[in-house]
């Protein structure tokens, strides 16, 4: 039997009756693994520190993991913090996300990403408010975590919440007014030229875009849709940039501005879509003035939102902001940050918008 006070070893090392939950029914620790492998303290150590390379035979190495395996061992994530002024933890300070529909996206890209190296992520959402905002960062700080990653529900320049730079941080969807830290955005502007392809690779050559404001996304989004109309030599008509917001009542409203009342050889065949609430209002307009889709309009959204873009009808042809991506991108760069003890440049990433190929985009018509 074996015990915390050391006892008797089978021949191999590997044998005799230790308890499978451990010694005494307490959690089993990096001794007793020792003690059961037939090895040296240290030499379970240099295993769960990663430094067994070089300084153990694979065969011992596998003869440590095997009794940790066995006693149901695991690394004191506290002590190995401790010895390398590390927690393993970092933290993730969100504006409004937990209410968008693509929070889920992004923070499963950043907490995946953190879980395959070793480290948990601690969120907070603040509401928006950059009081709470402060104070979740003073605390995640306080919890000494080992970097923070700053992500906004839209993109946006923001206020750098107090204390960021006594740490790593990143932002997400976000850039900063001061232009301090490092950002991972989408590549808006790439995603209006691939919407405008879209149309154009299908014929189209009256095309206009409905939704948005003048946020960055907006702006961005209609220099690409104009880049890629200009390399055709086609000019969108002023009237034709409908900026009605962003909901599905904004498309509507812009759908109807330009297609009710207007002879079929007059109006546009295809209509970008600030995102796909907008794309949902447009396709109720279409319904409503008796125009098909795509038969005789088509329609591309933005942002593939879930529960909704796959479910219109039609099912809705789309840009995809890459959320996942983002998340992902921005917790490597951190980690690679607290790995290397070295701050990141205050540089932007930006990551390229997919397309997700449905039903709402077909040939331009032929009259």
């Known amino acids: 039997m074996i015990n915390r006070a050391g ?189 405008a392809r879209l149309l154009l690779e299908a014929g189209h050559r009256r095309v206009a875009l409905v939704g948005g404001q003048d946020d960055i996304a907006s702006v961005e989004r209609l220099r690409g849709f104009r880049d890629a109309l200009r390399a055709e030599g086609i000019t969108v008509p002023r009237e034709w940039v409908v900026r009605t917001g962003g909901e599905i009542t904004s498309g509507h409203e812009g759908a109807t501005r330009l297609l009710a009342d207007t002879a079929a050889h007059h109006r546009p065949t295809g209509i970008f879509c600030y995102n796909d609430r907008v794309a949902a209002g447009v396709l109720h307009a279409a319904t409503r003035l008796g125009i098909a889709v795509p038969g005789e309009l088509s329609v591309v959204g933005y942002d593939d939102q879930e529960h909704m873009a796959a479910f219109l009808t039609p099912a809705l042809t789309t840009v995809a902001l890459p959320h996942r991506a983002m998340g992902e991108a921005a917790a490597r760069l951190l980690l690679d940050a607290i790995g290397t003890g070295r701050t990141p440049p205050a540089t932007v990433r930006r990551l390229a918008c997919p397309v997700v190929s449905r039903a709402s985009v077909g040939p331009a018509p032929t009259r």
């Open 7 to 195: 006892g008797k070893r089978a021949a191999d090392g590997m044998g005799g009756g230790a308890d499978r939950n451990g010694v005494g029914g307490g959690r089993p620790t990096s001794r007793d693994v020792a003690r059961l492998a037939g090895v040296s303290h240290t030499a379970v150590s240099f295993v769960f520190n990663g430094r067994a390379e070089g300084n153990l035979s694979p065969a011992t190495q596998e003869r440590i993991r095997q009794a940790a395996a066995r006693l149901g061992y695991r690394p004191d994530p506290v002590a190995r913090g401790l010895r390398r002024r590390r927690t393993a933890v970092i933290g993730l300070v969100t504006d409004e996300i937990a209410t968008s529909p693509f929070a889920g996206r992004l923070l499963r890209g950043a907490m995946e990403t953190a879980w395959d190296s070793d480290h948990l992520v601690l969120t907070v959402d603040s509401g928006g408010d950059p009081a709470k905002e402060d104070a979740a960062v003073a605390e995640l700080l306080d919890r000494r975590v080992d970097g923070i990653i700053y992500a906004a529900m839209s993109l946006r320049r923001v206020r750098v919440p107090e204390g960021l730079h006594r740490t790593h941080s990143v932002l997400a969807n976000c850039l900063p007014e001061d232009d301090s830290l490092p950002a991972v955005i989408p590549a808006e502007r790439a995603g209006g030229r691939t919407a």
